[in-house]
């Protein structure tokens, strides 16, 4: 479980009233594949060069 500030929270849900879910999806699923996508090429591309 993660324990948000109230006002985070709050901002969360008047979030959710103005614009549904797809905001918060978006910026949620953006900062998932930023994190993805650094920790691929900061891990994989040391384990596993790419063959020229």
């Known amino acids: 479980m993660y324990f948000l500030p109230k006002e ?24 998932v594949f930023e994190q993805v996508s650094i920790f691929s090429k900061g891990t994989f591309a040391d384990m596993m060069p790419i063959e020229t």
């Open 8 to 31: 985070v929270l709050s901002l969360f849900k008047a979030l959710d009233v103005i614009h549904g879910n797809i905001l918060f999806e978006n910026v949620w699923l953006f900062l």
